[in-house]
């Protein structure tokens, strides 16, 4: 009776899950395994936000595996170790993973791969987080796309709304009785501030399923108008459920694609400004995969010598705790905080902020993200952050500031999504709530900081900086 082990990582679901379903088919027992291993990581092991997240997503596949009357079992320590000693334990003659695709898990799989199929134990890997492996995607002199555009225009007409694999039947599984408890993994943080993320999120496979139907019923039919209106729920939201693998890109564009087509044609919402978003998502990992040194490194090597500011402890804090006295970028500190998300439009005006006028390095940032974003991922953090900044592929022009204010006003021109984040300011009126410094009363009744930047005069400081190193 042939036995192999499914080693979970960021696929923590059961539906449309490559090598769990290879390994079902092939096999008359399946151990489902999952081995924390943070040191293997190298520089960016998860943040809070994350670890909060991946207990509670582990909680939820173990909750699904019973469903299917299997378990998960857990393990921590050195992956190849963990991963003989179950082989000797549980007498399997295979493992099966869905790739990973971070530098620092390359070239672990690979060294796992290689040490295991020498002892004549076969691993087979799959690819159940993308639309297509990075390294499928090419120039026409087979070179890796650094501009988006023409990487999508290549990619798109490659996608099928195909149907995604069903939970496999569990041939059987194996049960050992030496696997962890989920407390030892101690993943979550020991602070209130994980109030705010339970409040806001279920992580899990029906967690994500829940945000996709909700999406589709709702939000896609305005999706062009609506996700850059950081009050509404104008975006799917799935990011950390596509992170965490709770849900797959396949799953996404199968869902959309049959609502689209049971809809009448003349109330038919356009989905592919959503799926170029998950194109986004795609060409991030491309990046990274082709250049790995990009989430430490200037992506365009004349960055280099670039000005910085030097650090200032100060700043950042006041940037990180939503206290700089610029309101809108203060709301989305505090939405990160309170919710470990923060909506994309303004991701880019609280990077651009620090970065341009307040010329602290991207790298502060990208680190402050990755430990508060519940989807922090090592390659949409990268691409995003460089390409706020400047020094990244298909990047923002380097004169492109966002100004907070004139941002504020047209994609929050009636500040709810300001006075929701900003109470002290929820009794501002209107002509004042985006810019309350004009208002020295305003600023000492509401105890509100005044800015700790000119946002003119530090844009100013910027574009001299950019513009000596563009010549």
Not at 108 to 136: F, M, Y
Request: some cysteine; hydrophobic content about 40%; glycine content about 6%.
């Amino acid at each position: 009776m042939s036995t192999a082990i499914a080693l979970f990582r960021r696929d923590l679901r059961l539906a449309d899950n490559p090598a769990l379903n290879a390994a079902c088919a092939a096999h008359a027992q399946v151990l489902p395994v999952y081995i924390h291993a943070p040191d293997e990581d190298n520089a960016w092991p998860a943040g809070a936000a994350s670890r909060w997240w991946l207990h509670h997503s582990l909680a939820s596949l173990d909750a699904t595996l019973h469903t299917q009357h299997a378990a998960l079992h857990l393990r921590r320590g050195d992956t190849l170790e963990q991963l003989r000693e179950l082989i000797r334990r549980s007498g399997a003659s295979a493992v099966y993973w869905n790739r990973l695709y971070e530098p620092a898990s390359i070239a672990r799989d690979t060294r796992i791969k290689s040490a295991l199929r020498e002892e004549g134990i076969a691993v087979h890997s799959h690819n159940a987080a993308l639309w297509c492996e990075p390294w499928q995607i090419a120039t026409q002199q087979g070179q890796p796309y650094k501009v988006f555009t023409p990487y999508w225009r290549n990619l798109r007409p490659q996608l099928q709304a195909t149907e995604p694999l069903p939970v496999p039947p569990m041939p059987g599984w194996r049960e050992l009785p030496d696997g962890l408890p989920l407390a030892a993994l101690d993943l979550l943080p020991r602070i209130a501030w994980a109030d705010g993320l339970a409040a806001s999120w279920q992580p899990g496979e029906a967690g994500a399923q829940e945000l996709l139907e909700i999406f589709g019923d709702d939000a896609i039919g305005d999706y062009m108008h609506a996700r850059d209106l950081p009050a509404r729920h104008g975006t799917s939201r799935l990011s950390p459920h596509l992170h965490f693998g709770e849900i797959s890109p396949r799953q996404i564009h199968f869902a959309l694609d049959r609502r689209v087509r049971a809809t009448d044609a003349k109330r038919r919402p356009d989905i592919e400004p959503y799926l170029r978003e998950l194109g986004w998502r795609e060409f991030a990992h491309h990046l990274l995969f082709h250049f790995p040194q990009t989430p430490t490194e200037n992506f365009n090597p004349r960055f280099t010598d670039f000005p910085w500011a030097a650090p200032d402890e100060a700043l950042l804090a006041r940037w990180q705790q939503g206290r700089t006295g610029i309101p809108l970028v203060d709301a989305g500190m505090r939405e990160l905080w309170h919710t470990g998300w923060m909506h994309n439009r303004v991701r880019m005006i609280v990077a651009s902020f620090l970065t341009k006028n307040l010329r602290q390095h991207w790298l502060h940032g990208a680190r402050w993200f990755w430990d508060t974003l519940v989807d922090a991922d090592l390659a949409n953090n990268t691409l995003g952050w460089q390409w706020v900044a400047g020094c990244g592929a298909d990047a923002a022009p380097y004169f492109r500031v966002f100004n907070p204010v004139t941002q504020a006003k047209k994609f929050d021109p009636d500040g709810h999504y300001l006075r929701r984040w900003l109470p002290e300011l929820a009794d501002a009126p209107l002509a004042l709530l985006h810019e309350p410094w004009k208002d020295a009363d305003l600023l000492k009744r509401s105890e509100y900081p005044a800015p700790i930047v000119d946002l003119g005069q530090s844009r100013q400081r910027a574009l001299d900086a950019y513009g000596a190193l563009a010549h």
